[in-house]
DNA sequence: CGCCACTCCTTTTTT
DNA sequence: AGGAGTGGCG
């Protein structure tokens, strides 16, 4: 889009009256497109770069603009900051970490931060309280509340149904989370954004010097905006303009604290600032925002929307029906499969599937075809045990009290279990003044290999590449009987050394990559370029394709079972279904898989739909084509005498 | 103290 | 159907 239309002309140009700005931009109409174009603007009209400042939530959409921005304006880009609300956070605190405490910090990912309320949890809880809240529950309640600025007991009292002395236990568990992460000098997430906003609120020398850093603040995806980013907005606007750009029929983040909402209140939040609207659709066929308009249309919550193609109309939309997930999947790379022979490039395509879980089957279809994928989404899966196996040793290189790292790498040897690892982590602690290398010979008395790697680890620490690779040679023996299919894990490693070719100490990677990890196929990605995109839907916004499948579209995960009995979360689905829809340019294929194996996964959720149990159930023929595929090769009558065997069962 | 076998529970989305 | 947590044994 080269050319911009008068709404998307007058918001990049846009010079007042008001100091700041509210672009609501729907789903296709530019968005990117205007916040590239608005920096280069003020580039171009004399802003230097360094006093902008660009902000996103996620790191794709950074490094999304970024490159937008470099074609646009090429090296100056450079010169500009842009990063995710996080990254940003951090580059301020590590800058003047005494400031903030957090000097020698190590920062620790959810799982790790997890394993450390696991730990506060179990000094607390007996184990025969089963019911009691799991420690990935109290981490997220922790988290919520942080988030929203609110005292986690106040947050439990108002929005969780926890009783009250089990309230009063979790905070005392957070309390002693707290206090190991401060004593092992842990940085969360969280606390990036939390540290830096204290920070800002406390002293007013550092607020003074920050607001006068910037000029323009940029914000991308407002409506994901939560109360700690709204705060942090507000320390460091005025002078310093806000120019956000944002979409309230896509909020999907409110399990972080966001709320569509406020995008609404924007001018009672914001003094002295104005809204402004892109309507037009630039990326879709009208039969395709058809299905769009209609999904929202039926939507109790007033969204007063209604995307209108400037392209015209295309192909209507299709819907197919599996008797399973594995029929579904099967097609889907057969399709794939027919369209590439035809001609067209594999990117072209994109699956957008509900949760990262969910995509393994298609996954398996397409590896079985032979098709090259990426996918994009998801936690657990980026972070691979053997991965982390060799990072905490290098993180426990690089900080002596890093109990997780150092009981993760030590009881990866045989005979070394928590107790041990445990003694070993105390002694570190208690003589801060001994050789690392000393301490564990000591503790570790004919365990010599186990030290040694600690101390080929510190002896490359210059060179991240040098070191992992040294590192991965010296454990190799020791990971390949933990691990099955370790010649193909072992790759992963390979890549991990490579990454680390880009970083000048074994420190700063170790922080990028805990900050940023980057997913065996994301790097992969690089080597091959023509891939089908496998995508969850959250990772999907801001990105588009020509031809889009929806799979998996069934009751249960629109909305998801576990969103049911709260009308916001419900709808919150129903706005998660929207940006699936909105993605697709030239074709849009919903498919959809009927048998139990997908619904499954129910148990547990007695909770009933307040509104809408199924966004797609009153899906009108009319702006879909509806086909029943039946069942598969994968189905057979004789499946039936299946049921017998439980019964008879002699 | 570590290891193994067993059971139970799980699976939303991201920084 | 596989992983995390638990309990008993060597």
Redesign the pocket.
Known sequence: MSTLNAEQTRAVEYAGPARHLLVLAGAGTGKTTTIVQRVAHLVRGGTKPERILLLT?????AKEMRGRLAAALGPVTDRLTIG????FCWEVISRIPKTFGVQAATVI??DDA??LV?LAR?ERVE??E?DFP???QIG?WM?YAR?CMLPLADYLAEFTEVPDEWAARVVAIADAYTAKKRERHYID??D??ELLVRGLEKSEALRTQMKALYGHILVDEMQDTNPVQWRLLDLLRDPAQLYCVGDDAQS?????GADFRNVHAFRERVADAEVLKLTENYRSTQEILDVSNWLLARSPLQYDKELRAARGRGSKPRLLDFASKFDEAAWLANDLRVRHEAGANWHDHMIL????????SIEAALVEADIPYTF?????F?QA?HVKDVLSLLRASLNRLDELAWVRYL?L???????????VVRALADAPDASVFDVLMKELRGRDEIAEAVHLATAYAATPSAAIGAVCQNLDSLLSTRYDRWEARKSDLKLLAQLGEKYSSLREFVETFT???ISNSEAAKSSEEDTVTL?????AKGTEAPVCYVAQAQAGLYP?T??LGDLD?EE??RR?LYVALTRAQHELILTRAGDESVNI?Q??STARAVGEGYFLEELPGEIVDVTHMGFGGTKSALDALKDLDDEIGW
């Open positions: 939530f996620s790191r794709r959409a995710t609300f996080h990254s990912d959810r997890t394993s696991t179990s184990r025969s089963k799991k420690a990935a997220d988290s988030n997430y969280d990036m954004l999907i983040y409110a399990f972080r599937v509900r949760t990262a879980w969910s995509a393994k994009i989404g998801g936690t657990s980026l045990a009881t040897w045989p005979k070394v279990g928590d107790v041990k690892a445990g003694k900050l940023d990890p995508i969850t839907v959250h990772s998801h576990r969103s979360r919150e689905e998660i996964f148990f547990g």
